[in-house]
Every structure is written in structure tokens, then in C-alpha cells.
């Protein structure tokens, strides 16, 4: 497999993850407080109209991240050249995070992952346009 095969699968996954929270925009706030409150062992959820309208609004917005990577993988020919800003994107968000997830007390296992997950997935993401770059002069053919 290409490096340039690789990164598009990889940009795929990631949108269609991304886009898992779609349906999460929607779920009843009952659900949501038993996540948090019996899945996360986080304590019940603070029911308020900012925690409703920022739990749903996230999810939106997670959401048009996987539609805007999507459309990329969709015409990778031409949009294959946002890679790196995505990928830059990937790496702030997850720094963003980590200094977020420490802030708001969250378990170490959620602070460790999130964040520099992001940010590695990021740099592997940079790594693949890099190398792809170099070995493959036709841009991306995906």
C-alpha cells in the first residue's frame, strides 16, 4: 500500500468517525447524564441550558469536521493539499484539549488519550503527506 493510499484511508476513518456524532446531537439528555453519570463515573451531569446547548453544539460541530474531511477524501485530487492544514488543525486541537481536560479534573486515562491522541494522529497524518509527497509526483490518485 502507498503512503498516499494510507493517508486517504486514514482521512476516512477519520471522517467517518468524526461523523459518529451526528446521532450523539440528538440523544435525550437522560442518556446522556447516565453516560457521564454511571459509563464515566463522573457524577451526574449538571442539567442547565449551557451544558444541553454545549454538549449539542460540540456534537454538531465535531460533525461538520467529518463532513469537510470527508469531502476531501471524496475529491482527493484536488483536495488532497489540505492534509497538512488539517493535520496542524489536528495537533492545536489536541493541545487544546490535554490543557482543557487537565483543567477540568477529568481521569487521567480520558487526559492522557484524548489530547495527545489527537496530536499524534496529527503528526502521522504529516508524516504520510510528507512521505507521499515525495514518493508519489502525481499528487494523490484516490
Known sequence: MTADRFLWLLMRL???????????AM???AWMDAVHRDWL????????????????????????????????????ARYRSLVPLLAWLHVALG????????DAGLPWWWAGFEGPGLVA???????????????EPSGGTC
Do not use: E, N, Q
Open 95 to 102: 493541545c487544546g484539549i490535554l490543557a482543557t481536560d487537565l
Open 41 to 76: 463515573g463522573l457524577g451526574p451531569l449538571h442539567d442547565s441550558p449551557l451544558t444541553r446547548y454545549m454538549a449539542r453544539s460540540l456534537s454538531l460541530v465535531y460533525a461538520m469536521h467529518g463532513a469537510i474531511v470527508f469531502a476531501v477524501t471524496v475529491r482527493w
Open 121 to 135: 494522529f496529527g503528526f502521522v497524518k504529516l508524516f504520510l503527506y510528507r512521505r507521499a509527497s515525495r514518493t
Open 27 to 29: 440523544l435525550p439528555f
Open 14 to 24: 477519520d471522517a467517518i468517525v468524526v461523523l459518529c456524532a451526528v446521532p450523539c
